[in-house]
T-cell receptor, first 113, second 115 residues
Framework: EDQVTQSPEALRLQEGESSSLNCSYT??????LFWYRQDPGKGPEFLFT???AGEEKEKERLKATLTKKESFLHITAPKPEDSATYLC??????????????FGTGTKLQVIP | DSGVTQTPKHLITATGQRVTLRCSPR?????VYWYQQSLDQGLQFLIQ???????AKGNILERFSAQQFPDLHSELNLSSLELGDSALYFC??????????????FGSGTRLTVV
């Protein structure tokens, strides 16, 4: 069964203090790994898709990387507006016509001014 | 605004009752997905429809059902509600079946409280 584990569960940073969020996964044939941002009471907002080990994607202060077992979301010089829960999801092999997607429980990031 | 519209935003109902959650996908998207998000669990996949047909089922209870109409909007019906059904219910949509390079587009959710 596909599994996604995110760590830490919660992270508190000072503004400008860079850090990384981890997403460890086991999946039968990775078709894609996805990062989402979720603000309280709102739906997840798509950030990145990574397909193969070694791939990297960047957007503003965020950079996502992928290895064969895990993905990191690096946050450089975060600002208070980066505070949110960050979700990781993996898409595995097609099964019965459906490409199963498994979400992690997220890392809740708080950036203090 | 993501383009995926969910109504109502909040719903409070009593145990044993039945409710219907509605979702209008983003324009041009044919797939609709329903997810449940509880405090202690991540997003749990319930069911997917593609162009009016059921495509995949996840951890959906027999008390729950869904359908997608010809205009592509979808409804999730929850019956014989229990306290444990209290959660955020999200609808997501995509052009094709499965996660493409831009992922799913999620709505803002319906918060269901069963009392």
């Amino acid at each position: 069964e596909d599994q996604v584990t995110q760590s830490p569960e919660a992270l508190r940073l000072q503004e400008g203090e860079s850090s990384s969020l981890n997403c460890s996964y086991t999946v039968s044939g990775l078709r894609g790994l996805f990062w989402y941002r979720q603000d309280p009471g709102k739906g997840p907002e798509f950030l990145f898709t990574l397909y193969s080990a070694g791939e990297e994607k960047e957007k503003e202060r965020l950079k996502a990387t992928l290895t064969k077992k895990e993905s990191f979301l690096h946050i450089t010089a975060p600002k208070p507006e980066d505070s949110a829960t960050y979700l990781c999801a993996v898409q595995g092999l097609r099964s019965g016509g459906y490409q199963k997607v498994t979400f992690g429980t997220g890392t809740k990031l708080q950036v203090i001014p | 605004d993501s383009g995926v519209t969910q109504t109502p935003k909040h719903l409070i109902t009593a145990t044993g009752q039945r409710v219907t959650l509605r979702c209008s996908p983003r324009s041009g998207d044919l797939s609709v997905y329903w997810y449940q998000q509880s405090l202690d669990q991540g997003l749990q996949f319930l069911i997917q429809y593609y162009n009016g047909e059921e495509r995949a089922k996840g951890n959906i209870l027999e008390r729950f059902s869904a359908q997608q109409f010809p205009d592509l909007h979808s409804e999730l019906n929850l019956s014989s509600l229990e306290l444990g059904d209290s959660a955020l219910y999200f609808c997501a949509s995509s052009v094709a079946s499965g996660l493409g390079p831009n992922g799913y587009t999620f709505g803002s959710g319906t918060r269901l409280t069963v009392v």
